[in-house]
């Protein structure tokens, strides 16, 4: 694990009761639990135990920026975003190419939050640029505090994009993370999970301290998971499902058209890839507002300027292992056939603590011309990993590679027709490559190319 300035605290293991998607529960009932040894059947790795939760404490003043985090606005911006304990700070960011050389500052704006008895602190987001692609930058949040530094990504192929999902704050956590750093790249995805808070709200302020020495360096774009949801009574005055997540968190959804923070899309390596984060707890019928906007997102793409196309979702819509069965089922009825349709290349997804890569899918069977579907849901979180693959489930013969281990994934987006996939587990210090292919690009396929127009299907239902 990698050295820190502020100090950290370990608790033990906490689990909470998982939800379904799109159902929104009014329970708080948090267990505490004792961690569990938890052993491979293969002889060839021996799993260790779940790792323990870090808090990471904030050990500075009140002004002092703290929970910095990075992302992408456009083509050519970036988003800062940090908290403060005191009131007063000022929510401004300067930068430059050159290490305490500010030659250009931006003003943002600043919110908070309650959550019954827990307030926030002051939350500051400000964009800054237009800046140079594939460039370092020195930044300094608020006028005072640490330096930092940023690298903005490239504005054309190749790019190097990590993934990891269901992240938590554990010694895992750091595993994975420090594991991500090692080898560079241009940003990180997350589909679903950060904090793993759960209605504890100082938990997001952990968080956000536990993550600031790589969300600070690289931009995160990220969705939601089960664990954002946090509903509380749905009574006038009391807070609303998502509030912490999405006020700490914000991602361009309007930037992208969306009337929600809940799901988004944009555009990475000049327009290369486009990249769509959907809600697995937002509404998705034919009906729905997220379904509309799908829609019209996936037909604004021109493949022959865009040649890769990838999505993002928490709950999987294929999936072999027990846990979580079936809870993605009702989405992929309804959103798979306009991913079809588009051409979508790969879907990655979250929530089962294991990783699982299927072969080119479409409504539960071989498509050459389907997205290649992954689970990631591996990145570290204290309720441990998902072991119970089931052998004889129907889609077995599909699963091309499945195993439950903590880890990360990186899709290196080559050039306009081949892209390599590797999932990397954690293996103590080091980080071992466990699963890797080269995929083609369906723009790319002649015989996958689409020969009609982009359609909305508002006919098809549930």
Known sequence: MSSRSSQVTCIPLVHVEAMEPNRISTRFVVLLVVGTLIVSTAAEYVRPPPGRVILTEHDKTASHPQQVHLSVVGANHMRVSWI????????????????????????GEHTSYRYYLYSSGKIH???????????????????????????TPPAALPIELALTGDLGQTEWTASTLAHVSKTDYDMLLVPGDL????????????????????????????????????????????????????????????????TSALYYSFDAAGGAVHVVMLGSYAAFNSTSEQYGWLARDLARVDRRATPWLVVLLHAPWYNTNAAHAGEGEAMRKAMERLLYEARVDVVFSGHVH???????????????????????????????LAFDFQK???????????????????LSVVNATAARWAWHRNDDADSTVRDELWLESLAANGACRRTQPFADYRSDEL
């Open 125 to 151: 987001h400000v964009t800054i640029g237009p800046l140079d692609t594939d460039a370092v930058y020195y930044y300094r949040c608020g006028m005072v505090g640490d330096e930092f530094t940023l690298k």
């Open 354 to 384: 294991a990783y699982e890569r299927f072969a080119r899918i479409y409504d539960n069977e071989a498509n050459p011309c389907g997205p290649v579907h992954i689970t990631i849901g591996d990145g570290g979180n204290r309720e441990g």
């Open 195 to 258: 904090a793993y808070a759960d209605t504890q709200q100082p938990l997001w302020d952990t968080f956000g301290r536990f993550v600031q020495e790589h969300a600070s360096r690289r931009p995160w774009m990220v969705t939601e998971g089960n664990h954002e949801v946090e509903a509380g009574m749905a009574l006038p005055g009391l807070p609303g499902p998502f509030v912490a997540y999405t006020t700490r968190w914000r991602m361009p959804h309007e930037e992208s058209g969306s």
């Open 392 to 410: 004889n489930h129907k889609l077995a013969r599909l699963s091309l590679m499945r195993e439950a281990s903590f880890g990360h994934g990186r």
């Open 84 to 107: 403060t304990d005191a009131k007063h700070g000022h929510s401004v960011v300067e930068y430059g190419r050159a290490s305490g050389n500010y030659t250009t500052s931006a003003t």
